[in-house]
């Protein structure tokens, strides 16, 4: 043992004076308490970190392939492509939109319902994992296949209705008028009258090459024609008369331009049948054969397609297994969605599992089916909202997507992983424990100042000592080292008994959970994540904080000088 350790264990233990070993103490114990302190902290933190990662992986995919658009109907193709990627070891598409889940007289809103193909999911999620009731075998009903996409879009619907129009024109349907008639076919059908015709209008068939009347002309004869019609048959010609007849006479002369009726006008009475007091019945049941009840018996429900949802909606709901429940996309009335017009499209499922993930917010607000079966709901065929990839580490996801992205070379492609897909969640751990770990880390700095006070009382207690030394010859350097040796020893002892502390600690809180409200926390534990790489880390810290701690009392006693400290002992 050399002269400079052996030096700074006797100070250490130095039995002269009392204060100096109960200093020495107190020391060792402010470092032991601050490593501890710290260790626990970042293993806590580090723990809900860990879970959260665990919880998002467990229900979504390290890497996602989304498009720029809603119609993605190439994701076969693209799923071969990313076969070759290096690191990526499962491929499966998937959709997902918000829906509202109904059971008898309750409802949950904002659900998120994602299809997923029950033969590749679990090359990427760890959903068969984290189901506690049920399973995944009444996922894709027997037969299932893509849905067909009725329309291409609102444009081709305005063009073939504008086409409609141009083809078959639509003429007012008169008294006495043929429905079919239209032009000049409606102005020389036969009706009920006197077998004159109107003047100017003519009974020879029409071969295609006369003249077309003109509209005000015909509009006119058929008026006439219709008002000898309603005088037969009716004396109150004011009431029963249409709106399209024309008097002769003084009494044509009157009528107002503003007044007149126009080409495509409605024709009929306004009043109701029944008249205004009328009412609806007071209940509209459709016969079961015209609208029957898939949920209507247990033989009916064992042919819906599955549906798995999670334990805290199962609760919210108050469903059971094989229950039967209603999805509906949160639509009123008829929007403009993805290029076609829409309406809220309601499909009853059957409950065929529910998974636990821990993770309240998924647990409340997820639920899976067979991709076949959310295709319907948006109302484009064979088309998917993107490809999840698993790959075979987490860590390099992002160098991964990165790599996707350069393969692709295609602005309509992005992608996204993991930990970007919950950017925020992240972010918010790695600040709290960045700044948990910097408080309390400020322990250990106030443990370092009580060691820089004790390694100043053993200075000024032990300066004739020290003269006496470097008058028989002692270096700076030995004298230096002796100080350092006892700041180290100090950091030393207090970081182990710390360390101690701190797993003892961890494995408490491991042993005894202590129970956290999933509402608030997401989770309904605390979570602890021991690693030694945080706890060598730890130590490092503290020691060099107490080594550098102890500089300003070793150099003091170092530069001090045998005769000035013999003339202050006199």
């Keep these: 043992m050399g002269f400079p350790l052996e030096l700074a264990l006797r100070y250490m233990r130095s039995k002269k004076r009392a204060f100096v070993s109960v200093g020495t103490m107190f020391a060792v114990l402010g470092v032991a308490l601050g490593v501890g302190a710290l260790a626990t902290v970042i293993s806590v933190t580090g723990g809900f970190r860990a879970q ?24 076969r193709k693209l799923m071969e492509q990313m076969k070759s990627v290096p690191g990526v070891i499962g491929i499966a598409p998937f959709v997902i939109s918000p829906m509202m889940i109904t059971h008898g007289d309750r409802t949950a809103t904002g659900v998120l319902l994602k299809g997923i193909d029950p033969s590749r999911v679990k090359d990427v999620l760890d959903l068969p994992r984290h189901i ?25 619907d305005f063009d073939s209705s504008r086409d409609s129009d141009v083809l078959e024109p639509l003429e007012p349907s008169l008294p006495g008028i043929s429905p079919a008639a239209s032009g000049t076919a409606a102005a020389t059908a036969p009706a009920k009258h ?24 015909v509009l006119k004869d058929i008026g006439k024609i219709v008002h000898d019609e309603a005088l037969r048959d009716s004396d109150d010609v004011h009431s029963h008369s249409s709106p399209y007849i024309a008097r002769d ?29 009328s009412a609806l019945p007071d209940d509209d049941v459709l016969p079961a054969d015209i609208d029957p009840d898939p949920c209507r018996d247990a033989e009916s429900i064992k042919r819906l397609p599955g549906i798995i949802i999670g334990v805290t909606l199962e609760k919210n709901l108050n469903v059971q297994l094989n229950d039967c429940i209603q999805v509906t996309s949160p639509t009123i009335g008829f929007t ?63 160098d991964i997507a990165r790599d996707i992205d350069t393969r692709l070379q295609n602005g309509i492609y992005h992608t996204m992983d993991w930990e970007e897909l919950n950017h925020g969640l992240f972010t918010a751990l790695r600040i709290q424990q960045l700044l948990m770990s910097l408080v309390l880390a400020l322990i250990i700095v106030v443990a370092a100042f009580t060691v820089i006070a004790t390694l100043i009382m053993v200075v000024l207690d032990k300066k004739k000592e020290i003269a006496v030394l470097k008058a028989m010859g002692a270096s700076n350097s030995a004298l230096l080292r002796a100080f350092l040796y006892q700041g180290a020893i100090i950091g030393v002892i207090g970081t182990v008994i710390g360390l101690g502390l701190g797993l003892g600690m961890c494995k408490g809180l491991l042993v005894h959970a202590l129970p956290l409200d999933p509402k608030v926390y997401f989770i309904s534990h605390l979570p602890v994540q021991v690693r030694l790489s945080d706890f060598v880390e730890v130590g490092i810290f503290a020691i060099l904080v107490c080594l550098a701690a102890t500089v300003w009392p070793a150099l003091h006693a170092a530069r001090l000088r045998p005769a000035e400290a013999f003339r202050e002992q006199q």
């Design 132 to 156: 506690v009731q049920g399973n995944m075998e009444g996922l894709r009903l027997l037969g299932a296949k893509p849905p067909e996409r009725r329309r291409q879009g609102l444009l081709d």
């Design 52 to 75: 959260f990662r665990e919880k998002v992986l467990g229900v979504n995919a390290h890497v996602l392939i989304l498009k720029y658009s809603s119609d993605f109907r190439e994701y």
């Design 249 to 277: 006479g003084a009494a044509a002369k009157d009528l107002d331009d503003e007044s007149a009726p126009k080409p495509g006008d409605p024709v009929g009475s306004i009043v109701p049948q029944g008249g205004y007091k």
């Design 194 to 217: 006197d077998g004159k015709l109107p003047d100017g209008a003519s009974n020879a068939p029409d071969d295609g090459d006369a003249a077309p009347l003109d509209h005000k002309s």
């Design 336 to 398: 403009y969605t993805r290029g076609a017009m829409r309406a809220p499209v309601a499909k009853q499922f059957r409950v065929s599992g529910v998974f636990d993930a821990g993770f309240d917010q998924y647990d409340s607000k997820l639920v899976y089916t067979d991709l076949y079966q959310a295709q319907p709901f948006y109302d484009t065929g064979d088309s998917v909202t993107g490809i999840e990839m698993k790959v075979n580490d987490i860590e390099k996801a992002r």
